[in-house]
Every structure is written in structure tokens, then in C-alpha cells.
């Protein structure tokens, strides 16, 4: 039944902690209240509601629910990470500032963008079902889990004023029916703050294409500048602890100084290691699983055991996987990124904690060509112990 299976998934998504406490319903739709977050005296935001009607034949009586939520306006974009390994909106990692120039800088090397200024985008934060059948223990206001508790977004407002960047959040006062948008942090800045350059089409299909099966037309590419970017943390297997990170260094040619090439690779959070293989005259080289092989445990313990695979690191000192390479006053070498040679020979396999218990786990490189942007995805994982298999 919708309606009951509505019920279920609304009390799972309350806030941990939360209660749905006794007192009057507040009557709903509420009417709409436009919110200056950036204290210009021109509106930024919305919060507004909508009804959504259902018709099930299965349950008469239950008409569809009363949603409460927040819009943008004109001129208001909200920032949102947008690599391959995190599509997400973007929230502070420090509430309590708002560094400018780190957004400027994360912006700059395509890691963050912002939405789009001129449509609306929006945030269902709460629900209530409506009609007939519905009764007073069930009538109420409930999360739709889409509330972002707890986190601080960022956004940005350009309007005849000025630009501003504020951080703010999303709160749900008890008993639920209201929405409230809290102000944390306002900064004024220059007019075209975050703007971002186009993005490059390295290649075009022809304008009439072969209609073979699964032909696709070429999308822009993004390309990254050369440089070296903030840290991008990933996420591998959604457990709200970060377990790699995504890093740049300037790798010198002669070791000190000078010309080099900017690298771009992976590196390990405390909690990950990767799995390495002892190769010839005892160098270890990063362990591949390929699609259809399988890492059995006896595999792994027998090879611990005989000192032929090694988890790194051991010691907690950070490792560094190259994946891409660009040029830095390098005029014989070609312009432009590179991938390593072993960046895409299969899938590299970690271990890391997922609530208090070991997992083993193959790494995916993701990457749209050779713009300089790529990402990891965990592509499998199982607890420690079984059998992982790369499909």
C-alpha cells in the first residue's frame, strides 16, 4: 500500500535523534516566504510548498501529499561537487568559515560548479499525505530524508547590488511544518566571483552519424587546468568516512626545482590501505584484479603469509598512485595531460572499515578522456573473509 509504505519510509527519514512530538498540527500548505540569506535586502531564496496528487485504486481515500521545500531565485546558484567520484552538493568541511579563495580555487580546477542562476533549483525537505483515508495518528508532517541535517551549503547571490557568497543550512523545527534557512557566514565579493570558463570539445562526432547500435554523441569534456588543486576526499563505500583522497604534486625532472610535470593520483586516508604484490627483485608493484578474477581468501592469506602481497601502508605514511601528467616547462614533451600506463590495467583492491568491521574491496579508475579529470568508484566490496569478485 502507498500509503502505509509512505509511512514507513517518512519515520525512517527523520533525523537521528528525532521524535515526531505531540502538539496541533500545523495546517498545511503553508504560504510562501521569500528569505534574504545574504543580508542585501533582495531576496535569495524561497521557501514554498506544492501538492502532489495520487490516484490509487488500491487505496481510495488516500489523494496524494503536501510538499514543503525551498526554491532559488533568479540570480541564486547553490554549489554542488561535480567530479567523478563525488556528485553531490557541497558542504562546508569547516562550518564555522568560509574560505573564498579555497571555493575559487576548487572551482578553478573543475572540482566544484554552481547550479544555474536563471532556473530554480529545489529542496522537498518535508511531506504530508492528504485526503479522506487519512487519519489522525497518520495526518502529520514527515522528512523525505532530503534534509541535509546538519550540513552547511553555499550560495551564491548576483544581483544589482552585488555578489555575495553565504554559507547557510536547512533546519526542521518540531513538530515538523515549517522550514527555516539559517544564515551562517556572508561574504561580499567581486562581480563574476566563480564563474567558470566554458567547457572544450576535444572532439565532434560528424554532424549526420552512423546510426550503429549504442552510437552516442561526444559531449564536452572538461578540461582541468594544469596545476596543482586542493584535495578532493572520496567516499568509497557510504559509510560517511572518507577512505582516499584525490591530490596533485610537482614532480621535478632532476629532483630539485626546475621543470616537471604536474601528477595527479591517488592517496590514502588513515584506515585504507591497498593491496601490493611483490614482483621481480622483491619491488612491489599495486595488485590488479581484472574483470572475471577473483580474490579468494586463502589467496590473500597465503600471500600475506609468504610476504608476496604486502597492505599498504603499514607504517601510516601516506602512499601516492599516479594517474595523470601534465607538462610544466617541459617544450619537447607534448602539451596537455596523460594517463599513467598503469592507470586503467584493472582494478585496485583496499581494505578499509565499514562500521566497525574490515571490508576488501576493488577500486574503478573513472575518467571522461584525457582532459585531466578522473575519479574512483568502488565497483564491489565484501567483509573481509569472503570471496571478491570483479564482474
Known amino acids: 500500500m502507498i500509503l502505509r509504505s509512505f509511512l514507513i519510509n517518512a519515520v525512517l527519514s527523520l533525523p537521528a535523534g528525532a521524535q515526531q512530538v505531540a502538539g496541533p498540527i500545523i495546517p498545511g500548505p503553508p504560504p510562501d516566504e521569500y528569505m534574504d540569506v545574504t543580508g542585501d535586502g533582495i531576496a535569495d531564496l524561497l521557501i514554498t510548498s506544492r501538492t502532489v496528487h495520487i490516484s490509487d485504486p488500491q487505496q481510495p481515500g488516500f489523494n496524494g501529499l503536501y510538499k514543503l521545500g525551498v526554491r532559488t531565485l533568479s540570480g541564486t546558484a547553490v554549489l554542488m561537487w561535480n567530479t567523478p567520484s563525488n556528485q553531490r552538493w557541497y558542504s562546508l568541511e569547516d562550518s564555522t568559515r568560509l574560505d573564498t579563495g579555497l571555493l575559487a ?16 533549483t529545489e529542496f522537498w525537505l518535508l511531506e504530508r499525505p492528504f485526503g479522506p483515508s487519512v487519519t489522525k495518528d497518520q495526518d502529520g508532517w514527515y522528512g523525505t530524508g532530503d534534509h541535509h541535517d546538519g550540513r552547511t551549503m553555499v550560495l551564491r547571490s548576483a544581483n544589482e547590488r552585488g555578489t555575495s557568497v553565504a554559507a547557510f543550512t536547512f533546519e526542521l523545527p518540531f513538530p515538523y511544518g515549517r522550514v527555516m534557512v539559517r544564515t551562517k557566514h556572508v561574504v561580499r565579493v567581486p562581480n563574476g566571483y566563480g564563474e567558470e570558463g566554458d567547457l572544450i570539445v576535444l572532439k565532434r562526432e560528424p554532424e549526420e552519424p552512423p546510426f550503429d547500435f549504442g552510437h552516442e554523441l561526444a559531449g564536452p569534456q572538461v578540461m582541468v587546468p594544469p596545476g596543482i588543486p586542493p584535495d578532493e576526499r572520496v567516499n568509497l563505500n557510504g559509510d560517511e568516512i572518507d577512505d582516499l583522497l ?97 592507470a586503467f590495467d584493472g582494478a585496485l583492491v583496499y581494505r578499509t572499515m565499514e562500521y566497525d568491521r574490515p571490508i576488501i574491496g576493488a577500486l574503478e579508475i573513472i575518467s571522461d578522456g584525457t582532459g585531466g579529470q578522473f575519479g574512483v568508484r568502488a565497483q564491489t566490496w565484501v567483509e573481509e573473509g569472503q570471496v571478491l569478485e570483479l564482474r
Open 105 to 120: 580555487a576548487r572551482i578553478h580546477y573543475k572540482q566544484l560548479s554552481w547550479t544555474d542562476e536563471d532556473n530554480p
Open 246 to 342: 584525490i591530490i596533485g604534486q610537482l614532480e621535478p625532472v632532476n629532483g630539485i626545482g626546475g621543470p616537471g610535470h604536474f601528477v595527479r593520483g591517488l592517496s590514502t586516508l588513515p584506515g585504507t590501505m591497498l593491496l601490493m604484490t611483490r614482483e621481480r627483485w622483491g619491488v612491489l608493484g599495486y595488485f590488479r584484479l581484472r574483470e572475471g578474477e577473483v580474490l579468494t581468501p586463502e589467496h590473500l592469506a597465503n600471500g600475506l603469509a609468504a610476504n608476496l602481497l604486502v597492505w599498504v601502508p603499514t607504517d601510516g605514511e601516506p602512499i601516492f598512485v599516479p594517474m595523470m601528467l601534465h607538462p610544466f616547462e617541459l617544450p619537447n614533451e607534448p602539451p596537455g595531460w596523460s594517463f599513467d600506463a598503469d
